[in-house]
């Protein structure tokens, strides 16, 4: 099982603890600090970082030569960015936005598709060339994150996370995504043709207490346990902080995964968190 | 099943989203006047039946939800009583602030109002667990970095403002956990920083059965990332309770922390997660019987409140 670094704790993300959160993203107030923890986590022996595309992540990703050969997981959009627009202008907003902030060519090729066409279906690369940075390193990991994914799932437009998947792979990344509805989008994975589907991972929370594990921890055992035909990743595996962390990653281990995500705001955490899931 | 959605921004999507994930057998209609949206809907859900009015239906729907801005709600509110529909669901604020009067109109026992913090598991703990009449007083606090600038349209007018858009969803939760919304104002302030309208409002009020309600809204708060409320609740034996929408902590009359109950003990699951436990609750409740969701009067209380804070501001800065 690969063990990759998550990124809440550099937004000021804690679910249990909403003060804790604002505390700890003080602690991350500099481009440098963040690089230098990634870095000094991936020491440890950790397999790779997971980073969002907000204004911090972008630029952590533009402008940092990450040498290593760990993996970087990059996850789009920020949810909250564009939640704000619509709350500020309106639902066209969006729309306006994406085409105003992607490139001409791409503008060309595609969105000029959007216009005369009005399908959704061409805001999926529209979307991967506002937020992936160019120098992203090829054969690194994009994820839909789980607001998209979910809405795209209840919406019923599966069609459109397909399109994703092949997209990212088209650009030389690897596809992920993210959900909270595991066996709603495992459902759609079975009934579309998804190219080079083994390097898809599916990122979704488990955890001893099933606390925010959907629709039921035994359904999402159940569904580990039938090992698809794509890798899976375990988040919130320790109930968002209140869980007891030896028991919650002794559980995790026993669980058929491929990768586990998750974040901490102190080094020694990261270290003893690793040595846990290793021993 | 037949539904009807009015207008699908922001709330008109989460909700078609969450009832479609909830059961994908539901046909639906959606009204949505802006012809370029309404282009792009017709394309890309081709299951949906899109109007750019209701002016062509005449058959009752079983659930419709009035997702507009509040100005139009009571408009809409009336043709769907007229059409028979049989059970209908307002987003909050019901009207606006400014429809405080009971219409004849309202008695339709099956017309519910979207308070949706309702569902969250601290405040369905609460609401079992604290006995209204040892309550002494109650502060209640949303803060969030929902403007980074000003907002255009009906959002930078007197139905929008960060009392009406979620502050109203704290007075909700005050008035479901006092079983009053009777209460009058003893101090207001607002301040407009990003919009024309409140941005940071302040409120001291007085419920008719002498318990103290202290508010405090602020949707221009820089540093935070996610909208966050909180409750804290202090009984006549000293006891003190502190909610957001993670915990309940529990202090006693020395200010000691004598318990906390976590989310992860009290959360339930859902069938299908959008954008929290709370919304898809909130859906399931509308699907089945609203035993939890906000009525008429409920709607009604929360305005009254609005209402009267709002004048006090206005009479104090004359």
Avoid at chain 1, 161 to 175: A, L, Q, R
Avoid at chain 1, 206 to 217: A, D, E, H, R, T
């Amino acid at each position: 099982m690969k063990i990759i670094l998550g990124d809440n704790q550099f937004f000021g993300v804690n679910h249990f603890d909403l003060n804790k959160g604002e505390k700890t993203k003080l602690k991350f107030d500099s481009l440098n600090k963040i690089e230098d923890f990634i870095n000094d986590s991936l020491s440890f022996g950790l397999d790779g970082f997971m980073i969002n595309s907000n204004n911090i992540g972008y630029k952590l990703i533009s402008q940092t030569d990450f040498k290593s050969n760990k993996e970087i997981h990059y996850s789009i959009p920020y949810p909250h960015k564009y939640a704000n627009m619509i709350n500020e202008s309106g639902m066209l907003s969006l729309l306006k936005y994406v085409i105003k902030n992607t490139s001409f060519w791409k503008n060309i090729l595609v969105g000029s598709k959007l216009l005369l066409t009005r399908n959704v279906k061409y805001l999926v690369p529209l979307s991967l060339d506002i937020e992936v940075p160019s120098n992203l390193k090829k054969g690194s990991y994009i994820y839909m994150q789980n607001i998209i994914t979910d809405l795209l799932i209840g919406m019923g437009r599966g069609d459109l996370i397909v399109d994703f998947i092949n997209s990212v792979s088209k650009m030389g990344y690897k596809p992920g995504l993210i959900t909270l509805n595991p066996i709603k989008l495992d459902y759609i994975l079975n009934h579309n043709k998804v190219s080079k589907i083994s390097d898809l991972i599916v990122c979704f929370n488990i955890n001893k207490q099933g606390f925010n594990v959907f629709p039921s921890l035994s359904v999402v055992e159940s569904f580990i346990n039938s090992r698809p035909n794509y890798k899976l990743m375990a988040m919130s595996i320790f109930a968002s902080g209140a869980a007891d962390i030896p028991s919650s990653i002794d559980y995790i281990k026993k669980l058929n995964l491929d990768y586990v995500v998750f974040g901490t705001s102190k080094l020694r955490n990261v270290k003893s968190n690793f040595e846990l899931l290793n021993v | 099943m037949n539904i009807l959605i009015y207008g699908f921004g922001r709330m008109g999507l989460t909700h078609f989203t969450i009832l479609n994930g909830l059961n994908s057998e539901i046909d639906f209609t959606i009204i949505e006047p802006n012809k370029f949206l309404r282009s792009l809907l017709k394309t890309n859900f081709d299951k949906v039946t899109f109007y750019k009015d209701d002016s062509s239906l005449t058959k009752a729907f079983d659930i419709t939800l009035i997702t507009t801005p509040p100005f139009i709600h009571l408009e809409l509110l009336k043709t769907s009583i007229n059409r028979g529909d049989k059970k209908i669901f307002v987003e909050k604020p019901f009207g606006g602030y400014t429809n405080t009067t009971k219409d004849p109109l309202f008695s339709s026992k099956n017309l519910y109002i979207g308070y949706v913090l309702r569902y969250n598991p601290c405040i369905q703990w609460a609401k079992s667990n604290i006995l209204t009449k040892d309550i002494l007083s109650i502060k209640g606090q949303f803060l969030s970095n929902t403007l980074e600038k000003k907002p255009v349209g009906w959002r930078n007018g007197p139905f929008s403002g960060v009392l009406n858009e979620v502050g109203s969803h704290v007075i909700d939760l005050i008035q479901y956990i006092l079983g009053t919304s009777s209460m009058d104002v003893q101090s207001a302030n607002k301040q407009s920083v990003i919009s024309d309208v409140d941005d940071i409002l302040d409120a001291e009020l007085k419920t008719d059965t002498n318990v103290t309600v202290s508010l405090h809204f602020n949707w221009v708060k820089k540093e935070v990332r996610k909208p966050v409320f909180s409750l804290e609740i202090l009984m006549k034996d000293g006891t003190k309770y502190f909610l957001d929408q993670q915990q309940v902590l529990i202090y006693n009359d020395i200010g000691k922390n004598i318990d906390k109950i976590s989310v992860t003990d009290i959360s339930e699951s859902v069938p299908f997660y959008l954008r929290g436990i709370d919304f898809t609750k909130q859906m399931e409740d509308l699907l089945d019987d609203c035993s939890v969701m906000a009525n008429v009067n409920d709607g009604l209380g929360v305005n009254k409140i609005i209402k009267k804070i709002l004048n006090y501001e206005d009479n104090s800065r004359r």
